[in-house]
Protein backbone atom coordinates (compact mmCIF):
# COMPACT_ATOMS: atom_id res chain seq x y z
CA UNK A 1 0.00 0.00 0.00
CA UNK A 2 0.70 3.78 -0.20
CA UNK A 3 3.03 5.27 2.66
CA UNK A 4 3.89 8.86 3.33
CA UNK A 5 5.76 10.00 5.97
CA UNK A 6 6.30 13.79 6.98
CA UNK A 7 9.43 15.10 8.65
CA UNK A 8 10.28 18.96 9.59
CA UNK A 9 8.23 19.68 11.97
CA UNK A 10 9.80 21.74 14.99
CA UNK A 11 9.29 24.45 17.59
CA UNK A 12 9.25 28.19 15.64
CA UNK A 13 9.67 31.41 17.04
CA UNK A 14 6.73 33.80 15.06
CA UNK A 15 8.18 35.15 11.94
CA UNK A 16 10.89 32.14 11.97
CA UNK A 17 10.66 29.32 9.13
CA UNK A 18 9.99 25.47 8.46
CA UNK A 19 10.51 23.23 5.39
CA UNK A 20 8.27 20.57 6.22
CA UNK A 21 9.00 17.06 3.66
CA UNK A 22 6.74 13.89 3.00
CA UNK A 23 8.34 11.13 0.94
CA UNK A 24 5.57 8.89 -0.68
CA UNK A 25 5.89 5.05 -1.50
CA UNK A 26 4.99 3.27 -4.72
CA UNK A 27 5.73 4.11 -8.44
CA UNK A 28 2.44 6.21 -9.41
CA UNK A 29 3.94 9.90 -7.73
CA UNK A 30 4.23 12.03 -10.73
CA UNK A 31 0.55 11.28 -11.36
CA UNK A 32 -0.97 11.69 -7.67
CA UNK A 33 -1.93 15.11 -6.61
CA UNK A 34 -0.40 16.06 -3.14
CA UNK A 35 -1.71 18.34 -0.61
CA UNK A 36 -1.02 19.42 3.07
CA UNK A 37 -3.75 19.94 5.68
CA UNK A 38 -3.23 20.50 9.06
CA UNK A 39 -5.40 19.90 12.19
CA UNK A 40 -5.23 22.50 15.09
CA UNK A 41 -6.34 21.14 18.76
CA UNK A 42 -10.03 21.25 18.93
CA UNK A 43 -10.24 22.09 15.29
CA UNK A 44 -11.46 20.31 12.21
CA UNK A 45 -8.48 19.23 9.55
CA UNK A 46 -8.19 22.22 7.25
CA UNK A 47 -6.81 21.89 3.67
CA UNK A 48 -3.56 23.76 3.42
CA UNK A 49 -2.30 23.42 0.32
CA UNK A 50 -2.23 21.27 -3.11
CA UNK A 51 0.05 20.68 -5.92
CA UNK A 52 -1.81 18.79 -8.96
CA UNK A 53 0.33 16.29 -11.24
CA UNK A 54 0.78 18.82 -13.45
CA UNK A 55 2.12 21.60 -10.91
CA UNK A 56 -0.63 23.75 -10.39
CA UNK A 57 -1.08 25.12 -6.58
CA UNK A 58 -3.42 26.18 -4.46
CA UNK A 59 -3.28 27.42 -0.87
CA UNK A 60 -5.87 28.49 1.85
CA UNK A 61 -6.48 32.37 1.95
CA UNK A 62 -4.30 32.34 5.45
CA UNK A 63 -1.40 31.02 3.94
CA UNK A 64 -0.90 32.56 0.91
CA UNK A 65 2.20 34.83 0.30
CA UNK A 66 3.74 32.38 3.01
CA UNK A 67 3.52 29.05 2.32
CA UNK A 68 5.01 27.51 -0.68
CA UNK A 69 3.92 23.49 -1.71
CA UNK A 70 6.44 21.60 -4.17
CA UNK A 71 7.32 18.50 -5.37
CA UNK A 72 10.71 16.70 -6.51
CA UNK A 73 8.75 13.38 -8.55
CA UNK A 74 12.54 12.25 -8.94
CA UNK A 75 12.28 11.45 -5.31
CA UNK A 76 8.71 10.87 -5.08
CA UNK A 77 8.93 13.82 -2.61
CA UNK A 78 6.36 16.71 -1.65
CA UNK A 79 7.32 19.69 0.48
CA UNK A 80 5.51 22.39 2.43
CA UNK A 81 8.29 25.37 2.71
CA UNK A 82 6.64 27.88 5.73
CA UNK A 83 7.47 31.30 6.14
CA UNK A 84 6.45 34.20 8.33
CA UNK A 85 5.04 31.49 10.52
CA UNK A 86 2.37 32.94 12.85
CA UNK A 87 1.16 31.36 16.11
CA UNK A 88 -2.64 30.24 14.33
CA UNK A 89 -0.18 27.89 12.05
CA UNK A 90 0.19 26.04 14.77
CA UNK A 91 -1.35 22.48 14.43
CA UNK A 92 -0.04 19.03 13.30
CA UNK A 93 0.88 18.53 9.89
CA UNK A 94 -0.45 15.79 7.00
CA UNK A 95 0.86 15.10 4.23
CA UNK A 96 -2.20 13.75 1.85
CA UNK A 97 -1.80 11.53 -1.41
CA UNK A 98 -5.01 11.88 -3.68
CA UNK A 99 -5.62 8.95 -5.64
CA UNK A 100 -8.85 6.87 -5.97
CA UNK A 101 -8.34 6.22 -2.14
CA UNK A 102 -6.72 9.01 0.10
CA UNK A 103 -3.45 8.25 1.65
CA UNK A 104 -2.15 9.83 4.56
CA UNK A 105 1.18 10.42 7.04
CA UNK A 106 1.13 10.21 10.31
CA UNK A 107 1.84 14.12 10.83
CA UNK A 108 4.36 16.28 11.77
CA UNK A 109 3.88 18.93 14.72
CA UNK A 110 4.58 22.52 14.52
CA UNK A 111 4.29 25.11 17.11
CA UNK A 112 4.97 28.58 16.49
CA UNK A 113 5.14 30.40 19.99
CA UNK A 114 7.60 32.88 21.69
Known amino acids: QVQLVESGGGLVQPGGSLRLSCIVSGRMFSMTDMAWFRQAPGKQRELVAVIFRGGTTNYVDSVKGRFTISRDNAKNMVFLQMNSLKPEDTAVYYC????????WGQGTQVTVSS
Open 96 to 103: NARMAASY
